[in-house]
């Protein structure tokens, strides 16, 4: 089992003056929610996700040597304007990440960034744009140690992105991803997130998610805060061992290709983490009340028509509607039908799983 330990380098063999990588990584939609973290990022339950293909971000980093070594140096932007408010946040990142990547302030970066989707809208915005630049950083790295292996490169971009946001680690690599330590899943980690490394039923395979968007606005309360209102929260115990027992169960669901389950174990956990919100002190809620027009629709339509469709939600009011991808015209006429209307502005996103993250220059 690897420790934090074992991602600080050595002295580096090579040197390089300056550059430019591009990458995208993916958002994800978790199917056993991670609600609660200890101290450094570490998450108080596993979970398991999907990793998306079209809801990504797109980040390209550009970075030259300078001659100040005392502090970081970073210009950002967002669809090639300046966005002074994400600042903080990169520049706390970077303060986490610097005993991992010695290298940190002998460089000026420019990080120019865009989203396919809303930002802070619900979808995990954090998590794509958290993974793209840790993996553009641990391309850099990778040319300072070039015997670096890819297998070390994927766990330690996984590693240093969930010291941005818990849930990038899980938008790195691979198509189905754990997050966290579960006695039944092989090399599963608190500290990265691991392909799933069990069988997959082909039911499961390209699997499709049209995310409904219920409402882009900003959330009124981020899931930093969420996070930390588990600390005190009545309930939390059980729900941490829930979600032990929910990721056991889906590894049995995913080898036998049961869709009834699933959609047990999923719609169940999306509702039990708005359930621990709604009960947090103080307590809040993220959803709307179309958010629950469509949940009840899903589940008339499925009744009537015996069609494996199921919902999830995230921390936010936006419906991700799940479904098999042989059940894909049915639910997508649905979708104009029936659940549109409920969209702000008539939005939605036809997504699907995707692989993770890709190098583009």
């Known amino acids: 089992m690897l420790t934090t330990n074992d991602f600080i380098p050595k002295a580096y063999s090579h040197n390089i003056e300056s550059g430019e990588f591009q990458w ?7 199917l056993v929610k991670y609600w609660g973290k200890k101290d450094n990022q570490i998450p108080a339950n596993p979970s398991v996700s999907f990793t998306l293909n079209n809801c990504k971000t797109i980040t390209k980093l550009a970075f030259a040597k300078k001659e100040n070594k005392d502090s970081f140096s970073f210009d950002l932007l967002f669809e090639g304007k300046p966005k002074e408010d994400f600042k903080p946040k990169i520049q706390k990142f970077l303060e986490r990440i610097e005993v991992y990547l010695p290298f940190l302030k002998e460089y000026h970066f420019t990080i120019d960034t865009q ?29 300072l140690n ?10 330690k971009a996984s590693l240093l992105a969930r010291l941005g946001s818990g849930s990038a680690c899980r ?55 969420g996070h930390d209102l588990m600390h005190d929260h009545p309930y939390a115990e059980r729900r941490f061992e829930q979600a032990h027992e929910n990721l056991d169960k889906l590894i049995a669901i ?70 098999p991808e042989n059940a894909s015209e049915k639910v997508l006429q649905f979708i104009k039908n029936e659940l549109v209307g409920f969209c702000q502005n008539g939005q939605y996103i036809c997504d699907e799983i995707g692989n993770g993250s890709i190098q583009l220059v």
Request: overall charge negative; some cysteine; charged content about 15%.
């Open 171 to 225: 938008s790195v690599k691979g198509q189905v991803v754990v997050w966290g330590n579960q006695a039944n899943i092989e090399g599963s980690s608190d500290l990265y997130g691991v392909e799933f490394p069990n069988a997959i039923h082909q039911n499961f395979k390209n699997y499709q998610d049209t995310i409904l968007l219920v409402d882009k606005g900003e959330k009124q309360v981020s899931s930093t805060v």
């Open 24 to 30: 995208s990584a993916p958002s994800n939609i978790a």
């Open 254 to 323: 995913f080898e036998s290709g049961n869709l009834d389950e699933f959609i047990k174990v999923v719609e169940s956990e999306a509702l039990t983490l708005h359930a621990m919100m709604m009960t947090s002190m103080p307590y809040f809620i993220l959803m709307k009340p179309n958010t629950l027009e469509i949940i009840n629709a899903i589940w008339k339509f499925r009744n009537e028509t015996k069609i494996p469709v199921c919902f999830t939600l995230d921390a936010g009011a936006n419906v991700h509607v799940l479904y």
């Open 115 to 143: 989203n396919t989707f809303p930002h802070s809208s619900g979808i995990a915005s954090s998590a794509s744009g958290m993974a793209a630049l840790a993996i553009n950083l641990m391309s850099i790295e990778k040319v």
């Open 146 to 155: 070039p015997e670096m292996t890819d297998a070390y490169f994927y766990q």
